[in-house]
C-alpha cells in the first residue's frame, strides 16, 4: 500500500493536531488544578488568620475576666468569649488536620465560654465567685496565652515557608530531608505542649466604631466650591500644586486632591481636612517619639485644632502615629480622635485622620459626676493597684457615649490596666489592657 505525498502530509498534519490539543488539554488541566490548588490555599490561610485573631481575642478578654469587679462586664465578656470559641473552632473544621486528635485544644474551646457564662450567670444571681473559680480563670487564661503564642508561631512559619499545607500522606512520595513540615507537624507541636488547666466544673482600643454615625461637625455646615477647597488643600502643601483626583460620598462626603506624594481630602460641608497622607519612602530614624508627639501638638495647634491632648501612639515602618482626643473642661474626650503620622527620619507630618474629630466633635453638656473619685477607685477590683483617675468620655457598645472615670491601674504581675467606672451610676463600663513597649502604647 502506497501514501501518497499528500495522503502523508494529511497523516503528519492530523498527528500534529492531536498532539497539539493534548498539549493544550494537558495544559488547561495543569492551569486549573493549580488554580484550584492556589484558592484552596488561599482558604486555608483566612482560616489560619481567623484561628490565630480569634485566639488572641480570647487570651485578651480572659485576661480582662481576671480584672473586672462587676456582673455586667464578666457577662459581656462571656459573650464574647463564646463567640470567639465558635468561630475558632468553626476556623479549625476547615483546615487539612483531620487526622490529628487535637482533643485538648478543642475541649479548651468548648469549655472556655460555657465556663465564663456559668460565672456570670452564678454572679447575677446574687453569688460570689470563689477563690478556685477566680484560679480557674486565671490558669485558662495562661493557657489562652501559650495557645495563641503557638498559633501565631504556626502562621509565621506558614508564611516563610517553613510549613506547607500539603498533606504528608500526598507529599510523603516527593519529601526530602530539606522539605517543609506540613501543616499537621505544627498543629501536632501545639497539641503537644504542657497546657494544663483545672477540670472545670459548672453549669452548662474605642475607635472601631466611632464614625459609623452622622458626623456632627458637617451638620448644617455650608457647603465649600471644589477651587476653595482646593486651596484650602494647597495651604497643607506650602503651595505645592494639586490636582482634583476625585471625590468621596459616604456619610462624609469630600473633594480628593493629590500630587505625585501626598493626597489629601476636604470635606464639602464646612471645608474640613478629612485626612492627609503623603507616600514618600521613609529614611534613616533620626527623631525620637517623643519629639514626634510633640511636633504633631505642634501641627495640630497650627491647622487650628488646640482644645486636643495626646494620649497613646505606635511606630509603624519608621512613623510615630500619634492619637490625640479632644478636651473639654478637662475632661478627655475619646470619642473625638485625631491621628498624626510624624516621619522619625525628619519630623514631617506625613499624615492625618480627622475623621473621628469631625464625626463626633461637639460642646457636650457634661453632668456633674454622681459619684467620687474616690468613690470610683473603691469599685475597682481589688486584684488591681489604682495608680490614678481622671474624667473622661468613652464611646459605647452602640453609638452613644459614657461619662466615666478612667482608673489607671496595675496588677500585681506589672499588666497595666484601664478600668472605666461610669461617673453617674457607679457601673463598670470597659476594661482595657495596657501595652507599652519600645513601639508605642496601645490598648486592647
Known amino acids: 500500500m502506497t501514501i501518497t505525498k499528500r495522503g502523508f502530509v494529511r497523516i503528519i498534519s492530523f498527528s500534529l493536531g492531536i498532539i497539539i490539543a493534548l498539549v493544550i488539554s494537558t495544559g488547561l488541566s495543569y492551569g486549573r488544578e493549580q488554580q484550584a490548588r492556589r484558592n484552596l490555599e488561599y482558604t486555608y490561610l483566612r482560616s489560619i488568620e481567623e484561628l490565630s485573631l480569634n485566639l488572641d481575642n480570647i487570651k485578651n478578654n480572659l485576661e480582662k ?12 465578656l462571656s459573650g464574647k468569649l463564646c463567640s470567639d470559641a465558635a468561630t475558632a473552632k468553626a476556623a479549625l473544621s476547615q483546615l487539612p488536620i483531620e ?4 482533643e485538648k485544644t478543642y475541649r479548651f474551646l468548648s469549655q472556655v465560654g460555657n ?3 456559668s460565672l456570670a450567670d452564678k454572679c447575677a444571681a446574687g453569688e460570689q465567685l470563689t477563690d478556685e473559680e477566680k484560679s480557674n480563670i486565671a490558669s485558662l487564661y495562661k493557657y489562652a496565652q501559650n495557645l495563641s503564642g503557638s498559633m501565631w508561631q504556626v502562621e509565621e512559619q506558614i508564611q516563610n515557608g517553613k510549613i506547607s499545607f500539603y ?13 517543609p513540615a506540613t501543616i499537621t507537624d505544627g498543629f501536632q507541636d501545639m497539641e503537644s505542649m504542657d497546657n494544663s488547666y483545672p477540670s472545670l466544673i459548672y453549669d452548662g482600643p474605642f475607635s472601631d466604631h466611632i464614625m459609623e454615625k452622622e458626623p456632627l461637625m458637617l451638620k448644617d455646615a455650608k457647603e465649600v466650591s471644589k477651587d476653595e477647597a482646593l486651596k484650602r488643600a494647597m495651604t497643607l502643601t506650602g503651595g505645592v500644586s494639586l490636582s482634583e483626583s476625585g471625590e ?12 505625585e506624594n501626598t493626597t489629601i481630602a476636604v470635606t464639602k460641608s464646612g471645608g474640613y481636612f478629612s485626612y492627609m497622607i503623603s507616600n514618600r519612602q521613609i529614611g534613616q530614624q533620626s527623631v525620637t517619639a517623643g519629639e514626634a508627639r510633640q511636633l504633631a501638638k505642634k501641627y495640630l495647634e497650627k491647622i487650628g485644632i488646640k482644645n486636643a491632648e495626646d ?5 509603624q515602618s519608621g512613623v510615630c502615629i500619634v492619637n490625640f482626643a479632644a478636651v473639654q473642661d478637662g475632661v478627655t474626650l475619646y470619642t473625638d480622635l485625631i491621628k498624626v503620622g510624624v516621619a522619625l527620619d525628619n519630623g514631617d507630618i506625613i499624615s492625618f485622620d480627622m475623621r473621628g474629630y469631625l464625626t463626633n466633635h461637639t460642646i457636650r453638656d457634661l453632668p456633674d459626676p454622681k459619684i467620687s473619685e474616690e468613690k470610683a477607685i473603691s469599685l475597682v477590683s481589688a486584684s488591681l493597684n489604682v495608680l490614678d483617675a481622671k474624667l473622661c468620655v468613652i464611646p459605647s457598645s452602640g453609638q452613644n457615649e459614657r461619662f466615666c472615670y478612667e482608673v489607671k491601674c496595675t496588677s500585681d504581675s506589672g499588666q497595666n490596666v484601664l ?9 463598670e463600663e470597659q476594661i482595657l489592657l495596657l501595652k507599652i513597649g519600645s513601639g508605642g502604647t496601645l490598648t486592647v
Not at 65 to 76: A, C, D, H, K, Q
Not at 171 to 179: E, F, I, K, Q, R
Not at 311 to 315: F, L, P, Q, S
Open 248 to 259: 468621596e460620598s459616604g456619610k462624609m462626603p469630600s473633594f480628593v486632591f493629590e500630587n
Open 115 to 117: 465556663y465564663s457564662k
Open 167 to 179: 498533606r504528608a500522606s500526598e507529599a510523603s512520595a516527593g519529601l526530602t530531608a530539606d522539605s
Open 311 to 315: 494620649t497613646y501612639y505606635e511606630v
Open 99 to 102: 487526622e490529628l486528635n487535637l
Open 65 to 76: 475576666g481576671m480584672y473586672t469587679n462587676s456582673i455586667s462586664m464578666l457577662s459581656n
Open 419 to 427: 478600668v472605666y467606672i461610669n461617673a453617674v451610676t457607679g457601673h
